[in-house]
């Protein structure tokens, strides 16, 4: 089956620095990936469409300086937290797929910023 | 938004089938009707999803109202993995695939 890779699965990083989350699709392609962001006890909230070859989209109140996104490959999404926060920790998950079997996510990278 | 509406957590007992059910009024005739589940610390794990007709697989079967306007998720056989929170999301059609999740139902099974 369809199965997307997230790496990694856990980062503690300095408030200021930057931190890259990779989201990988092993054994099909993917022009577009979907980036979340759950909060604890909260539902997943969509960020952005990452399609290969071209900008990303966001949604509204996610800023794209912030929040890179990078989908150079067929099989390969990166979301860049720049200048992290405190509040930017928070539990990031990728998506890709649809079709008949339906969208398969990523594991999910949990990001705490100290 | 969200255009689903889910009751915030249902319990069930372990063995027994799990009816949860969804509200989404305001689908149209090309949405999809798509259900997710999340374990605690876990990226969402595809169900099922249908358009018009009754759906089942290995994991559960969805039934879909005849005007379309609710659905209902179908565990026949609650274990106690099942336990999770399970997301009803319609996929609208021109809106370039993306699921847009809802507070979705926590379930709870209890052995």
């Known amino acids: 089956g369809a199965v997307v890779s997230q790496h990694p699965s856990r980062v503690i990083c300095k408030s200021g620095t930057s931190v890259k989350i990779e989201c990988r699709s092993l054994?099909?392609?993917?022009?577009?990936m979907f980036w979340y962001r759950q909060f604890p006890k909260q539902s997943l909230m969509l960020m952005a469409t990452?399609?290969?070859?071209?900008?990303?989209?966001?949604e509204q109140g996610v800023e794209k300086d912030k929040f890179l996104i990078n989908h150079a490959s067929l099989t390969l999404s990166t979301l860049t937290v720049t200048s992290a926060h405190p509040e930017d920790s928070s539990f990031y998950i990728c998506?890709?797929?649809?079709?008949?079997?339906?969208?398969?996510f990523g594991s999910g990278t949990r990001l705490t910023v100290v | 938004d969200a255009k689903t509406t889910q009751p915030n957590s249902m319990e069930s007992n372990e063995e027994e089938p799990v009816h949860l059910p969804c509200n989404h009024s305001?689908?149209?005739?090309?949405?999809?009707i798509h259900w997710y589940r999340q374990l605690p610390s876990q990226g969402p794990e595809y169900v099922i999803h249908?358009?018009?007709s009754n759906v089942n697989n290995r994991m559960a079967s969805l039934a879909i109202a005849e005007d379309r306007k609710s659905s209902t998720l179908i565990l026949h056989r609650a274990t106690l993995r099942d336990a999770a929170v399970y997301y009803c999301?319609?996929?609208?059609?021109?809106?370039?695939?993306?699921?847009?999740f809802g507070q979705g139902t926590e379930l709870s099974v209890k052995p």
């Open positions: 054994d099909f392609q993917a022009t577009t």
């Open positions: 998506s890709a797929g649809g079709g008949a079997r339906g969208y398969t």
């Open positions: 999301i319609l996929l609208i059609y021109n809106q370039g695939g993306k699921l847009i």
């Open positions: 990452s399609n290969e070859g071209s900008k990303a989209t966001y």
């Open positions: 305001t689908i149209s005739g090309t949405d999809y």
């Open positions: 249908g358009l018009t």
